[in-house]
């Protein structure tokens, strides 16, 4: 299941009550804002849970916590069941997900109940942990970690357990994995740890997030081990292959799968506890929306999750409906300011944002909306770009939010797009905001290329590791970033930005626009 999910937890156009009926609530706590049709005791449950979820694995991990502003905290809509995940996802068997963008970092998950009868399924809880993690995985991007070894550790942070106390307890059985670690080995260990993953099968798959779990948990606690998985991460970083790097930390292989055989049948596993933070969950806010904002929290959901040319109008027309019925509500005219300019209706995503400007002129998206609108429909029409009124619409933007990304982005591209180098100011905003979301490629791709012509190899090798290492991508891409990682520490610019070309050329423009042209599919 985590493999489906593997570029990240996302969404569905929410299992929603009829707009007449839902409640929606909006829930804001230090890292994360959720909406939901859901009572307030329950949200404020899940909030707590998330936070202090949030809290002990930066513990565990000595991880800085940084204060955020709305754009950089992750939304997170919940779903009534699974079911409607599967039907607005448009993917088989997907019970949540997780997209990094520009334009915000957003999950989809369904309602997370108190039940603790899933204990050999893959629940809600487990999905949003697993992939949680490797959003603050994300957070430290410059080193090198083998695939079995992220999603190893993912899947290890996945099994916590919120005890009454508000204490975090790691390191619980992965029992959702149960089956494939006690069914043999249909991934070969040597292959796992050689980091070669180009032709698995679905049950080598699974083998790799199940014994990728446990050799992960047996490094952690096991006593004769200590200190191995430090070596082994340093071999890597001076350059070791991985199967010698794990050679010359783990001895010998052979012994060392003999052990993990024996470890995975103790009757007890060790486990971390974190004490409860002094804070507690910190302050959870929530609020019941106006009813405008209730009625448009489809069409949200839908935008977030990404349209394309088939579902884009449909979502525009749902949007054009709502906007008829609280005409003066901002946050219904800013969405449908989204829903147009996704579907191509430039002029009217220009009337929707400038009148949500007009109501809230505080609301930063619609100004990004009418910025971007306005450079689509005069390129629509074959007419002079205007730069200098979008850049002032992106600069108002950003002033609001400094801490948003997006803006920044949009301001660095309208130079190159306008046939102009970048400004100093626009370099400097672009790398600033590829540090705010390091989960986001497309972010980095840029920064990476710019960084690059600067001649700032040291930071551009920084920034471009994520993507190099992300666990998720295919080993054909793998081995794409792994020659542009090379020729950056070889101090090559020129090869490494005609690689990037290259790579460009395959997968896009590199614009985020914050949707997809196409379905998910990772």
């Known amino acids: 299941m985590l493999r489906i999910l593997g570029k990240l937890l996302a969404f569905a156009a929410i299992g929603m009550a009829s707009q007449a009926q839902a409640a929606w609530n909006e829930v804001k706590t230090r890292h994360f804002i959720i909406y939901a049709n859901e009572k307030p005791d329950l949200l404020r449950d899940f909030a707590t849970r998330l936070e202090l979820f949030d809290q002990g694995v930066r513990s565990v991990r000595s ?307 009418k910025a971007r609108a306005l450079k689509e429909d005069a390129e629509g029409r074959k007419a002079k770009v205007n730069w200098t009124d979008i850049r002032a619409l992106l600069i108002k933007a950003n002033r609001l939010d400094p801490d948003d990304p997006e803006p920044l982005m949009y301001y660095y591209l309208s130079y190159p797009e306008a046939g102009e180098n970048p400004s100093r100011n626009s370099v400097t905003g672009l790398i600033y905001a590829a540090d705010l979301v390091p989960q986001v490629d497309e972010l980095r791709f840029l920064a990476t290329q710019q960084l690059l012509f600067d001649k700032n190899l040291p930071k551009a090798l920084q920034m471009y590791a994520s993507i190099a290492y992300d666990p998720h991508q295919s080993e054909r891409s793998r081995e794409q970033a792994r020659r542009v990682m090379a020729a950056i520490a070889a101090s090559n610019a020129q090869q490494a930005l005609e690689l990037l070309g290259n790579d460009a050329d395959a997968e896009g423009d590199g614009d985020d626009s914050g949707k997809l042209t196409e379905p998910l599919t990772h």
């Open 63 to 369: 991880m800085t916590d940084p204060a955020l502003s709305d754009s950089g905290r992750v939304k997170i809509y919940v779903v009534s069941d699974y079911d409607n995940i599967d039907r607005f996802l448009g993917i088989a068997n997907v019970r949540g997900m997780y997209i990094p963008r520009t334009s915000g970092l957003i999950a989809f998950v369904p309602k997370m109940s108190r039940d603790k009868g899933e204990i050999f399924e893959l629940n809600s809880q487990t999905i949003f942990f697993h992939e949680y993690a490797h959003h603050l995985q994300l957070q430290n991007t410059s080193a090198v970690i083998p695939r079995w070894l992220v999603e190893g550790t993912a899947e290890f942070f996945s099994t916590a357990r919120i005890e009454k106390d508000g204490s975090i307890r790691f390191g619980s059985p992965a029992n959702h994995r149960a089956s494939t670690l006690l069914s043999g080995h249909n991934l070969p260990f040597k292959t796992m740890l050689e980091d070669n993953y180009s032709k698995l099968d679905d049950e080598q798959t699974d083998d790799l997030y199940g014994r990728g779990w446990l050799l992960t948990h047996y490094l952690t606690f096991e006593p004769a081990r200590r200190g191995q998985l430090d070596a082994y991460l340093k071999a890597l970083q001076t350059g070791q292959p991985t199967l010698a790097a794990a050679q010359s930390a783990f001895g010998n292989i052979d012994q060392l799968e003999r052990d993990l055989d024996a470890y995975v049948k103790r009757r007890r596993l060790t486990t971390l506890v974190v004490p409860p933070p002094a804070a507690g969950a910190g302050a959870i806010a929530i609020r019941q929306m106006q009813p405008g904002e209730a009625a448009i929290m489809t069409v949200r959901a839908r935008s977030d999750r990404g349209v394309n040319t088939k579902t884009a109008p449909g979502v525009a027309a749902d949007a054009r409906k709502i906007a008829g019925q609280y005409p003066n509500d901002p946050a219904v005219m800013a969405a449908l300011a989204e829903a147009e300019l996704d579907a191509g209706q430039y002029a009217a995503a220009i009337a929707a944002s400038s009148k949500a400007i007009a109501l809230d002129p505080r609301n930063n998206k619609a100004l990004i909306f």
